[in-house]
Structures are given as C-alpha cells and as structure tokens.
C-alpha cells in the first residue's frame, strides 16, 4: 500500500499500549496507551516534565520501553532498529527544530528524503517549497544561520520530505514569537488538509494544540489524565489545574 | 581503624616480604628485574595520583621522567654531584616542571589536554638529540661507589627502589585518604558540580600534576643509577608515557595498589618474554603492552582491581576512595543554621541581566530581588530562561549586562567556587551526583569549602545528611540510590557548604506525590534554619503550597511577581502557560475572579 | 651571505615545502575526518600511514616484476590503491573494536567515553608498530624508481646565478594528494553518503530520525580516515625510505597541522598541513635537522595555548 492510500484507510495507524519508558531506571511515562487513526490530527499536552517528548523518543527508538507496546501498522515497532523505523513511515520534527547547522536547507532537506525513492524526492521538494516559500528563496544558505521560525519551517518541511503516513511534532512553538508560531500552525493545518497526514502535536500551549485536533490526550506526571474530544476537555477544569495547580 | 593506618600496615608487610624476597633470588637478571619493577610501579602510582584521580589523560609524563632522568645523569657528569643529593633534587626541579606544565595547559580540557601533554615529551626527545645527548653514560666512580649509588651486589639496589616505592606509597596513601583525593576525584566525576560546591579546581590539579612530576622525576632519577646509561628515546620515548598509563591502568585506576599490580603483573611478563623472544620477535614488548591495553579497556576499563572487587563482590557497586572519617551522629541539624542577618532585607539582587546565545535572548533585561529568610519560587513556561537564570547567578555563565549583588558583595566574573565559598549553594537540574563516591563522601565533599579538616567536614556533612533523612543511606554508592534520594543528597551536598542561600533547580520533577511531599517538608525544614532558597520548579501544585512568594519568568523577561493566590488567577500568567487562546475559546472571562476563593 | 644563494636556497624549500606540504595535508585530512565525523582522537593514526607505506612497498616488490607493470606510474597507482584496502581495514577495526567506545553506548563510559578512546587507539598504535617491526623487520626501505631522482629545473633566473629544481616524483605525489583531497571533498559535498556523513557528525540524534545509520556512519567515516591517510603514506612512500616506527614521527605532525585548521574542518586540515609543510622545509635553511621537527611542536603547542579552534575551527561541541 502506498503512503498515499495508507493515509486514506480508517485504520489505526499507531496503537501505544502500557507502555513505561524512562531514563536511568526511572520511569517518566507511566502505562501509557494511545492511539492514532490514518489521517488523523491528534493533539498531547501537559505540563513540562509530563513525559511528552520521552513519548516521541520511545516511538523513533532513542529510548528503550521497560515495559508495553507499539504498533505501527501492524508491526511491533520496538522490534526494529530505530535508524530503521523512519522507513516505515514515521517522521520526527524534534524539539528545539534540530536542524543539521553545517548543511544548507536544501541538503537539511535532502537529508529529510533519505527514506525515499529519488522520483519522488524531486515532487516531494516541490511541494515543501510551495509550503514554505521562504525555503525556496534561502536554499543555499547555512541552516545554522536561520532565525527560529525559518529552522522551525525547515524541519517541518525536513519531515514531510519522508513522504510519512504520521507526522510527529514536539513543541513546535517553543521560544518562537506567538505571530510566528501561528502562521506555522495554520500552515500545517493546511497541509493536514490537503494531504490527509496523520499528525501527532505534542504541545505545552494547550489553546493552539486543541485548536488544530480532532483528539487529545493530556499527559501529567508520565501518565493520561485525561483524552477525548477538544470541545469536551476545554470546558474540564483538570487542565487548568494539571498546569496551574488549583 | 582509619584507612591511612591500615594502608601503612600493608606497606609494612610488602616491603618486608620484598626484601626477604630479594636476598633470596640469586639470579642477577632477575634482580635486575627486581630493581626496575618497582621503579616502573612508582611511575604508575605517579600516572595514577594525577590522572587516574583528576580525570585528565596525561601521555606526557615521560617528559618528567627524562627530565629526571638527564637532571641525574648531567650532573654527576659535569659537576661530579652524587645521586644521594641530585635525586631530591630532580624531585623537586620535575614538581616545578610540573607547574610550568599545568599552568598553560590546565585551560584546555578533553582532547586538547592530551594532545597537548602528548608534545611535551617528544619536543625534549629532539631537543636534547640537537643538544648532542644521544647516549649520556654515567662514569664509573670507582673511588667512591657507595657515594655515587654504584654498588657491586644488586641487593642494595632493590633495596633503594624498594625505599622510593614505599614513599611514593606513603606519599599516595596520605594523599588520597584526605581532602586530595575527594577534591580530585570530585574534579574526575564532575568538575562542573566540583567548582560549585566549592573546589578551587585549578588550584588542586596544579598540586596534583606537581607531586605527580616530582615522582616521576624521581623515578627517572633513580632509573639512570640504575642503567647507567641514558638516551633519549629511553627516556623520553611514548612507551614511557604509555607504560606508566597502561600500569595504573591495568591494576586499577584510582587505587593505591592497582599501579603496582599492574608493574607487578606487565614488567616481568614483558621482560621475560623480550629476554626468550626478542632475537626473533623483536617489538614483542610493544605488543604486549598494546594487547594488555586493548584487552583492559575492552573487558575491565576499570582496571583489573576493580574487576576483580566486582567479582568477588557481586551486586556492589564501585566505590571509589573513602574519606578516613565516618559519619558522625552526634551531629545536630543546629550546626548548619544561619543566624539572622544584621542587615537583614535583601540578600540577593539582580539588575538588568541580559544573556544570548546566538541569535537567542535567554535573559532579557531581567531584575528582582530576594528577600532574606523567603522561600522564593522561579517559574514560567518551558524555555523561560530558569536554568540560564541560575546560571547566571552561581556564575557559571558570565551575563552580557547587568549586575547581580549577593550579600552587599557584586558577584559577576567571580568562579563559582569563590560564590560558593561566599554562601551561595546550588543544585542541578539534572542530577549531578559523584556517581562513584559513597552518599556520605559526596556530601563531604561538599562540606570542604567551609571546613579546617577532615572531621569537621564529617560533622557538617552528618548535620546535612541528617536534615534530608538520609542516615540509612549514607554509605550506599550514589549509582544504587532511587530518584528522591538523589536528590535528597545534592540537597544535603549543597547544604553542607554552610550556606546563606541556596538555589533549587526543579528538585521535585519526577517524583510521585508521596516523595514530593516528603521533599517539601524537608525544604520547610531548610527555611526554618533561616536559609534563604530560591527554587525553580514546573509543578505548581506543589509550589503553591511551598512558597512565600512568585516571581514569574516568560522568554527571559520578568513576566509578574506576588504572592500564589494571586499569581495562579493572574492572566497573564494563565496566557503564558496555556495560551491566549485558552482565555477566548474556553470562554474563561476574568471579571469574577474574586468569585472563585 | 649570497643574497641569490638565499634566494636559491628559500625558493627551493618553498618548492619543496609545497610539494611535502600537499602530502602532509592529505594525511591530516585522513585524521580530520575521524575527529569531525566520530569526535574520536585517533592515535594510531601515523601507524596507519605506515600500513599504507607498506602495503605500496610490497605490491611493488611482488608485482614490480611483471613487465607490463614496469611503468614509472606503478608506485603512484599502488599508492591510490592502498587508500581502499585500507579502507577495508579501517570499517574491520571500527567493527571489532573501535565501536564499543563510540556512539551513544559509549557516552555511558567514563569522560563520556573519550578516555576510553584515546587509550584505546594507544593500544591499537603500540601493537600496529611493534608487530610492523617484527613482520617487516627494522631495515628502512623505500619504493622508489626513475622518477625519484629526476628533477626539472626552474630556470635559470636572475641573470644565469638561480636555479631550483623541482623533483619530479614528489610533484607529481604532491598532484595526486591535491587531486584526492578535492575529489573527497566532492564526495563529503555532492553525494548521499557524504551529507549523510556530515549530517551524522552534526547531530546524530536528528541523523537517526532521519533514517541515518549513525553507527554505519561512523564506520565508513572511520574506513575514509584511514584510507586516506594510508593513500598519503603511500606517496610519500617513494620520496623518502620508512621502517615501522616511522608513525610516531608524523603524528605530531598530523595533529600540528590538524589543530592548526581547526579539527573537523576539511579545508583547514589541508590547509595546515600545507603550512606545516612549509614551515619544515623552510626552517631547514635556518635551523639543524634535528631541531626542524621541534619547531613544529613550538607551533602546535602554541595554536593549543593560544587559539585551540585553528583558523578554520568548529564549534567545540566536545568539551
């Protein structure tokens, strides 16, 4: 099945059960189950120190489970190698952007398509170039040298070129100016749209992430708290208290 | 019975042991092997005193070593002195090398720092090759040859490197039983934590790298006596350096016996088999040498001690060093009070700090006071500038602009061991524990800054450790303790220093609800000795409860200030965590706030 | 003195400083790479060298005999040909050995595993030497033919009274480095696996996302450090003789000129070793033999005191 049709089935593309994951022996994520469908705009919030980015580094493979499972479609993910499982069609935009300083965009996004074929490369840096336009302009320049927004465009843009079935999101507006991190939320809502890509936002501004999905999941202290539709958790006032306290 | 004691008993033994051993041995070749074994030990033990304690790889000592070496050997030529005197002498010329060493190349760390102690060495081999010292041959003193160290039996000869390896021994052992060996071994585990408990690092690896020179210029010194004959290669040559590295190495790094174990155990190996083989293996003693090493650092990296202590004690973890005094429980928690300030008001301020790195503000502007005696909470959303923050005020990072006055003292471009040593603690976000140090240790180590000995450190250390609960497990390796004792100790470690103020760096993250309760009465218990503490946390459930009052940080800027109640409605506030669009979409007016209490 | 004679005498070294300069400048690439790619200082690098010296040395001796290879060009192709079995041997040791202290298991070790590493290679260094002294015995050799002492002459000039002569087979040594530098240089800049290379040693953890073997990475890059290298041995095979213990002799040299470029940085590892290179040479007319490798100590340990990053230098992301 191609990554295209992949996005148009109703299935779930990402089953998470039990899972406990952590450093050093301590655990961070506490029996943790979630789930995405193909297509899907999936939102995790909460509070710093939550677990939400030791969640996406369990799913890419940095981070070994002590207990639980993954399963992306249908594979027992924690039985592939983690250089392996970008192949599959998963892709990672890391907190802090991660850019590769020392090469230029257009290598940063030839480095995004190391997972796919050459023909279809070519297409794929058409269409991020017509997303982000600013890319296109600046291709040649040193990825170390971008302002916040234009690194967080780039490793978005660094993510699609994989062509994934699910796109991974850790804080993308984290340190960028609210005016920036809108346009690039509403950028990639369109791209949602318009492509069906399933995407995971893991957040801690919780507004925008329940804005954008059709689902969320609120992470407290390595545990869900809470999951459901936006409109029904934003009137739940465990939230508030999860990031406020009282 | 302290350590020091018991390790002057087992040098007792061994050197008597050793000496029957060398009246026994008639073999001339193996006495021969006899004196230089112990020579090569003391090179180890001089390897292992700065290296193996502070954690920074020398390849260079064979530049003391041949300095030792030549010092001995040109003055018995040219000025007919006699070794009895020109030994103590290179000891003392190779421990100011030493320092001309440190000096400039203690600013390089890691890689840099062994490149550059690899150049040493290998510059003196050619300089003294231009110098025309190819091969100095000490002359024969027939007349006088007890003077000048040339003696017909070999006996005499092993018992004088027997004499040199008990006093470096000696010398080791008192070394590393007190403030030395913690402070460096401190310095190998984490310097960065060193230098904020207060440990002036510079100025301890500049003491080590001295005592470590001045035996191994001894150890050259004697060499020479001994052989009679001095090249450059001989003396200066990687092997050299190698040699005394893969000795500590081998027997155990950070030890008092791992060196000579590893003498013990290579010298005569590879002696012998260069004595059968070398005609037709020539270089076998290289290849030894590189197996052993390749096989130590594959297999026990440790060093074979250490192996060997895991093996036969399975399920414990590797302690390093052991400070001679044990935890003291007649110490009162009362010892570490602070007593009220004359000028009690503000005890910390800062004004207009700014800090980018890149293109990135952290610190904006930023100015607050800390009152002396409060419990001040930091917070804001994840990349807010907390940590950079601190930073900033336990000077590790130097602001851009800005003041920050602690004590009516200003602070900025001072090290943070010097604030340390003014009254100003800290913990870290991450844990820093010296991983290999037992719980009591660590916090010993702690406590030096403000104590004259050994066992004051112990007495303050034990008050620490008692404040925090951690008695049971004082002697546990800091590797084996639970997430909440970890912190405990960095806590007890950061008051052990005696301080005034005491910075908290997310201590609660992680832990589940029984522990951060437990936590928060401990940190009640810390205001109530009247130290002022200023804690950055993310958990507001907790903080609420905790502080007196909030500052509030948001893209490195002060955002607001006050006291809970009011913070946690403020909108800004509220806007900062979850987002202006929180307020619109979930329909969260602000108008009948007071509605809520 | 002669003015035109010091004239002669600095134009010669100058020549001579460029060609061994080109030389020295392919071997601190080689050592570049490892550093930039793995963070790994890597000891044993002058032995690898020494490996490439021989493995020129005895293709030659073995093959030398065949007619058909009887060309003034066989020592320089051997030389470009122990570049891959070099290769092949460097990915074998990573496998073997080299991999249990790099990479992120290695982070674990002690020093974050550069201890481990600078040891390490010190064993590999030790046994590589003395086993090269008893299998290839301690008689310097050297490969070299016709072209080794044959020289072109630059001029005369300056009225009949100036004349330099440039040798023949270090020129065209000198060529083939230069032309291997550019063509890796093409290989680190255009190609998948060279991007990839550099991706890796940029942020490993971004580079795993991406699908990026980073262990595989480290592999190739530690096999091109050493092949290159050994490719630079192997010319400089045929200007000078060697025995076994030559490696310890050039990695001062190597690290002097790698330093002085900036450790991670391509174009200054060439760039230094060029300098050091020439400053050999030219010190030559001034000072003793023994004393011109002294001066490249003073240099190193100078560029470590004073400017640790080199003209070219990296951020540190090590230290």
Same mark, same amino acid.
């Given at each position: 099945?191609?990554?295209? +049709?992949? &996005?148009?089935?109703?299935?779930? *593309?990402?089953?998470?059960? !039990? @899972?406990?994951? #952590?450093?050093?022996?301590? =655990?961070?994520?506490?029996?943790?189950?979630?789930?995405?469908?193909?297509?899907?705009?999936?939102?995790?919030?909460?509070?710093?120190?939550?677990?939400?980015?030791?969640?996406?580094?369990?799913?890419?493979?940095?981070?070994?489970?002590?207990?639980?499972?993954?399963?992306?479609?249908?594979?027992?993910?924690?039985?592939?190698?983690?250089?392996?499982?970008?192949?599959?069609?998963?892709?990672?935009?890391? +907190?802090? &952007?991660?850019?590769?300083?020392? *090469?230029?965009?257009?290598? !940063? @996004?030839?480095? #995004?398509?190391?997972?796919? =074929?050459?023909?279809?490369?070519?297409?794929?840096?058409?269409?991020?170039?017509?997303?982000?336009?600013?890319?296109?302009?600046?291709?040649?320049?040193?990825?170390?040298?971008?302002?916040?927004?234009?690194?967080?465009?780039?490793?978005?843009?660094?993510?699609?070129?994989?062509?994934?079935?699910?796109?991974?999101?850790?804080?993308?507006?984290?340190?960028?100016?609210?005016?920036?991190?809108?346009?690039?939320?509403? &950028?990639?809502?369109?791209?949602?749209?318009?492509?069906?890509?399933?995407?995971?936002?893991?957040?801690?501004?919780?507004?925008?992430?329940?804005?954008?999905?059709?689902?969320?999941?609120?992470?407290?202290?390595?545990?869900?708290?809470?999951?459901?539709?936006?409109?029904?958790?934003?009137?739940?006032?465990?939230?508030?208290?999860?990031?406020?306290?009282? | 019975?302290?350590?020091?004691?018991?390790?002057?008993?087992?040098?007792?033994?061994?050197?008597?042991?050793?000496?029957?051993?060398?009246?026994?041995?008639?073999?001339?070749?193996?006495?021969?092997?006899?004196?230089?074994?112990?020579?090569?030990?003391?090179?180890?033990?001089?390897?292992?005193?700065?290296?193996?304690?502070?954690?920074?790889?020398?390849?260079?000592?064979?530049?003391?070593?041949?300095?030792?070496?030549?010092?001995?050997?040109?003055?018995?030529?040219?000025?007919?002195?006699?070794?009895?005197?020109?030994?103590?002498?290179?000891?003392?010329?190779?421990?100011?090398?030493?320092?001309?060493?440190?000096?400039?190349?203690?600013?390089?760390?890691?890689?840099?720092?062994?490149?550059?102690?690899?150049?040493?060495?290998?510059?003196?081999?050619?300089?003294?090759?231009?110098?025309?010292?190819?091969?100095?041959?000490?002359?024969?003193?027939?007349?006088?040859?007890?003077?000048?160290?040339?003696?017909?039996?070999?006996?005499?000869?092993?018992?004088?490197?027997?004499?040199?390896?008990?006093?470096?021994?000696?010398?080791?052992?008192?070394?590393?039983?007190?403030?030395?060996?913690?402070?460096?071994?401190?310095?190998?585990?984490?310097?960065?934590?060193?230098?904020?408990?207060?440990?002036?690092?510079?100025?301890?690896?500049?003491?080590?790298?001295?005592?470590?020179?001045?035996?191994?210029?001894?150890?050259?010194?004697?060499?020479?006596?001994?052989?009679?004959?001095?090249?450059?290669?001989?003396?200066?040559?990687?092997?050299?350096?190698?040699?005394?590295?893969?000795?500590?190495?081998?027997?155990?790094?950070?030890?008092?016996?791992?060196?000579?174990?590893?003498?013990?155990?290579?010298?005569?190996?590879?002696?012998?088999?260069?004595?059968?083989?070398?005609?037709?293996?020539?270089?076998?003693?290289?290849?030894?040498?590189?197996?052993?090493?390749?096989?130590?650092?594959?297999?026990?990296?440790?060093?074979?001690?250490?192996?060997?202590?895991?093996?036969?004690?399975?399920?414990?973890?590797?302690?390093?060093?052991?400070?001679?005094?044990?935890?003291?429980?007649?110490?009162?928690?009362?010892?570490?009070?602070?007593?009220?300030?004359?000028?009690?008001?503000?005890?910390?301020?800062?004004?207009?700090?700014?800090?980018?790195?890149?293109?990135?503000?952290?610190?904006?502007?930023?100015?607050?006071?800390?009152?002396?005696?409060?419990?001040?909470?930091?917070?804001?959303?994840?990349?807010?500038?907390?940590?950079?923050?601190?930073?900033?005020?336990?000077?590790?990072?130097?602001?851009?602009?800005?003041?920050?006055?602690?004590?009516?003292?200003?602070?900025?471009?001072?090290?943070?061991?010097?604030?340390?040593?003014?009254?100003?603690?800290?913990?870290?976000?991450?844990?820093?524990?010296?991983?290999?140090?037992?719980?009591?240790?660590?916090?010993?180590?702690?406590?030096?800054?403000?104590?004259?000995?050994?066992?004051?450190?112990?007495?303050?250390?034990?008050?620490?450790?008692?404040?925090?609960?951690?008695?049971?497990?004082?002697?546990?390796?800091?590797?084996?303790?639970?997430?909440?004792?970890?912190?405990?100790?960095?806590?007890?470690?950061?008051?052990?220093?005696?301080?005034?103020?005491?910075?908290?760096?997310?201590?609660?993250?992680?832990?589940?609800?029984?522990?951060?309760?437990?936590?928060?009465?401990?940190?009640?218990?810390?205001?109530?000795?009247?130290?002022?503490?200023?804690?950055?946390?993310?958990?507001?459930?907790?903080?609420?409860?905790?502080?007196?009052?909030?500052?509030?940080?948001?893209?490195?800027?002060?955002?607001?200030?006050?006291?809970?109640?009011?913070?946690?409605?403020?909108?800004?506030?509220?806007?900062?965590?979850?987002?202006?669009?929180?307020?619109?979409?979930?329909?969260?007016?602000?108008?009948?706030?007071?509605?809520?209490? | 003195?002669?003015?035109?004679?010091?004239?002669?005498?600095?134009?010669?070294?100058?020549?001579?400083?460029?060609?061994?300069?080109?030389?020295?400048?392919?071997?601190?690439?080689?050592?570049?790479?490892?550093?930039?790619?793995?963070?790994?200082?890597?000891?044993?690098?002058?032995?690898?060298?020494?490996?490439?010296?021989?493995?020129?040395?005895?293709?030659?001796?073995?093959?030398?005999?065949?007619?058909?290879?009887?060309?003034?060009?066989?020592?320089?192709?051997?030389?470009?040909?122990?570049?891959?079995?070099?290769?092949?041997?460097?990915?074998?040791?990573?496998?073997?050995?080299?991999?249990?202290?790099?990479?992120?298991?290695?982070?674990?070790?002690?020093?974050?595993?550069?201890?481990?590493?600078?040891?390490?290679?010190?064993?590999?260094?030790?046994?590589?030497?003395?086993?090269?002294?008893?299998?290839?015995?301690?008689?310097?050799?050297?490969?070299?033919?016709?072209?080794?002492?044959?020289?072109?002459?630059?001029?005369?000039?300056?009225?009949?009274?100036?004349?330099?002569?440039?040798?023949?087979?270090?020129?065209?040594?000198?060529?083939?480095?230069?032309?291997?530098?550019?063509?890796?240089?093409?290989?680190?800049?255009?190609?998948?696996?060279?991007?990839?290379?550099?991706?890796?040693?940029?942020?490993?953890?971004?580079?795993?996302?991406?699908?990026?073997?980073?262990?595989?990475?480290?592999?190739?890059?530690?096999?091109?450090?050493?092949?290159?290298?050994?490719?630079?041995?192997?010319?400089?095979?045929?200007?000078?003789?060697?025995?076994?213990?030559?490696?310890?002799?050039?990695?001062?040299?190597?690290?002097?000129?790698?330093?002085?470029?900036?450790?991670?940085?391509?174009?200054?590892?060439?760039?230094?070793?060029?300098?050091?290179?020439?400053?050999?040479?030219?010190?030559?007319?001034?000072?003793?033999?023994?004393?011109?490798?002294?001066?490249?100590?003073?240099?190193?340990?100078?560029?470590?005191?004073?400017?640790?990053?080199?003209?070219?230098?990296?951020?540190?992301?090590?230290?």
């Amino acid at each position: 099945m191609s990554r295209q +049709e992949l &996005r148009m089935t109703t299935d779930t *593309l990402l089953e998470i059960s !039990n @899972l406990d994951a #952590g450093y050093g022996g301590v =655990d961070v994520l506490r029996s943790i189950s979630l789930a995405v469908y193909a297509g899907e705009f999936v939102s995790v919030v909460g509070p710093n120190g939550a677990g939400k980015s030791t969640l996406f580094k369990t799913i890419s493979g940095l981070v070994t489970p002590s207990a639980g499972s993954i399963h992306f479609k249908g594979q027992d993910l924690l039985a592939i190698e983690a250089s392996r499982r970008p192949h599959l069609g998963i892709a990672h935009v890391p +907190e802090g &952007r991660q850019v590769f300083p020392s *090469l230029t965009i257009l290598e !940063n @996004l030839e480095m #995004g398509s190391y997972v796919t =074929d050459r023909r279809a490369s070519a297409d794929l840096l058409e269409k991020v170039y017509h997303w982000f336009p600013k890319l296109r302009e600046r291709h040649g320049q040193l990825a170390g040298t971008l302002s916040g927004g234009e690194q967080q465009m780039l490793a978005i843009g660094r993510g699609l070129m994989a062509d994934p079935a699910i796109l991974m999101l850790d804080e993308p507006s984290m340190g960028l100016a609210p005016a920036i991190a809108d346009e690039i939320f509403e &950028r990639l809502l369109e791209i949602h749209r318009e492509n069906s890509l399933g995407i995971i936002l893991v957040e801690q501004r919780v507004a925008e992430a329940l804005h954008f999905a059709r689902r969320a999941y609120v992470l407290e202290a390595g545990q869900i708290i809470l999951s459901g539709a936006p409109a029904d958790l934003q009137d739940d006032d465990r939230i508030r208290q999860a990031y406020l306290g009282m | 019975m302290s350590g020091g004691t018991r390790d002057l008993i087992h040098i007792g033994l061994f050197a008597v042991v050793y000496m029957v051993l060398a009246f026994l041995v008639s073999n001339s070749y193996y006495q021969l092997i006899m004196t230089i074994v112990p020579v090569w030990a003391v090179m180890g033990l001089s390897w292992n005193l700065f290296s193996g304690y502070s954690g920074l790889i020398s390849f260079g000592h064979a530049a003391f070593f041949g300095l030792g070496a030549y010092l001995v050997a040109l003055c018995m030529i040219v000025w007919e002195l006699n070794p009895w005197i020109t030994i103590p002498l290179a000891t003392v010329a190779c421990g100011a090398a030493g320092l001309l060493v440190g000096l400039p190349t203690f600013r390089l760390r890691g890689h840099y720092f062994a490149l550059a102690m690899l150049a040493y060495p290998l510059a003196l081999l050619y300089i003294f090759e231009w110098l025309g010292y190819q091969e100095v041959a000490l002359p024969r003193k027939e007349e006088a040859p007890v003077l000048y160290m040339q003696f017909e039996s070999q006996v005499p000869y092993i018992a004088l490197a027997l004499l040199l390896l008990v006093i470096a021994l000696v010398v080791t052992s008192r070394l590393i039983h007190c403030r030395f060996g913690m402070s460096l071994l401190a310095i190998k585990l984490d310097e960065d934590a060193a230098e904020a408990v207060g440990i002036n690092t510079l100025a301890w690896k500049l003491s080590a790298i001295m005592i470590s020179a001045a035996l191994a210029g001894a150890a050259g010194g004697f060499y020479a006596v001994v052989l009679l004959v001095v090249t450059p290669l001989a003396v200066f040559g990687m092997l050299v350096s190698a040699q005394a590295l893969i000795f500590a190495m081998f027997g155990g790094v950070g030890t008092l016996w791992g060196p000579v174990l590893g003498a013990f155990i290579l010298v005569p190996l590879s002696e012998i088999l260069y004595a059968r083989y070398a005609a037709d293996f020539p270089g076998i003693q290289g290849v030894i040498y590189g197996i052993a090493i390749i096989a130590v650092i594959l297999f026990a990296p440790q060093g074979i001690f250490w192996k060997l202590q895991v093996l036969l004690k399975p399920g414990r973890s590797l302690v390093l060093g052991a400070t001679a005094s044990g935890m003291n429980d007649r110490a009162d928690v009362g010892l570490l009070k602070v007593d009220a300030v004359p000028e009690a008001g503000v005890i910390l301020e800062a004004a207009g700090l700014s800090k980018a790195f890149g293109g990135l503000q952290a610190t904006n502007n930023l100015g607050f006071q800390v009152k002396t005696g409060e419990l001040l909470g930091i917070i804001g959303p994840n990349g807010a500038g907390k940590t950079t923050l601190f930073n900033l005020l336990n000077g590790f990072i130097r602001p851009d602009s800005g003041s920050i006055t602690f004590r009516g003292n200003a602070i900025v471009g001072k090290k943070p061991n010097r604030i340390c040593a003014m009254g100003m603690a800290r913990t870290f976000q991450v844990a820093r524990p010296f991983t290999q140090l037992s719980v009591l240790d660590n916090v010993i180590v702690g406590a030096y800054v403000h104590s004259r000995g050994n066992d004051e450190a112990a007495l303050h250390a034990s008050a620490a450790i008692k404040l925090v609960g951690l008695e049971r497990q004082c002697d546990l390796p800091a590797v084996n303790l639970t997430n909440k004792e970890l912190r405990l100790m960095e806590l007890a470690r950061a008051l052990a220093s005696k301080p005034y103020l005491v910075l908290v760096d997310e201590i609660l993250a992680g832990l589940d609800p029984d522990a951060m309760k437990e936590m928060l009465v401990v940190l009640r218990k810390v205001q109530d000795l009247g130290i002022t503490v200023v804690i950055i946390e993310h958990s507001m459930q907790a903080m609420v409860q905790l502080v007196d009052r909030f500052i509030v940080l948001d893209h490195g800027a002060l955002l607001t200030e006050g006291e809970p109640d009011s913070i946690v409605r403020d909108p800004q506030v509220i806007e900062a965590y979850l987002g202006k669009k929180w307020l619109a979409d979930s329909g969260h007016e602000q108008t009948g706030v007071a509605d809520d209490n | 003195m002669d003015a035109l004679q010091t004239l002669e005498n600095v134009l010669q070294s100058l020549v001579a400083g460029l060609q061994m300069g080109a030389m020295y400048g392919l071997m601190c690439v080689g050592l570049t790479i490892i550093f930039g790619v793995m963070r790994v200082i890597n000891f044993a690098q002058g032995e690898f060298m020494m490996l490439g010296m021989y493995f020129t040395y005895f293709c030659f001796s073995w093959l030398g005999a065949y007619a058909f290879l009887d060309g003034v060009w066989f020592p320089f192709v051997l030389a470009l040909l122990a570049g891959p079995a070099l290769f092949l041997l460097g990915m074998i040791l990573h496998r073997l050995l080299i991999h249990t202290v790099t990479g992120r298991k290695a982070s674990q070790l002690e020093a974050g595993g550069h201890y481990a590493q600078l040891v390490l290679t010190l064993g590999i260094a030790l046994v590589l030497q003395n086993g090269g002294l008893f299998i290839f015995g301690s008689t310097p050799v050297s490969v070299s033919n016709e072209l080794s002492y044959s020289a072109w002459e630059w001029g005369p000039m300056v009225g009949d009274r100036v004349s330099v002569f440039v040798n023949q087979a270090q020129t065209i040594s000198a060529i083939l480095a230069l032309a291997v530098v550019i063509g890796f240089g093409l290989l680190m800049g255009k190609t998948r696996l060279g991007k990839s290379l550099r991706a890796a040693s940029d942020n490993p953890d971004a580079a795993t996302y991406m699908g990026i073997n980073v262990d595989r990475a480290h592999r190739i890059a530690f096999g091109l450090g050493i092949g290159i290298t050994a490719i630079g041995g192997g010319l400089m095979a045929t200007n000078a003789s060697f025995q076994p213990y030559i490696g310890t002799e050039y990695v001062i040299i190597m690290y002097a000129g790698v330093v002085l470029g900036g450790l991670g940085s391509v174009r200054g590892a060439f760039l230094g070793g060029m300098i050091i290179g020439i400053l050999q040479q030219v010190s030559a007319i001034i000072l003793p033999n023994q004393l011109q490798n002294t001066v490249i100590f003073v240099c190193f340990l100078a560029i470590i005191l004073l400017r640790p990053q080199g003209i070219f230098g990296q951020r540190d992301r090590v230290a």
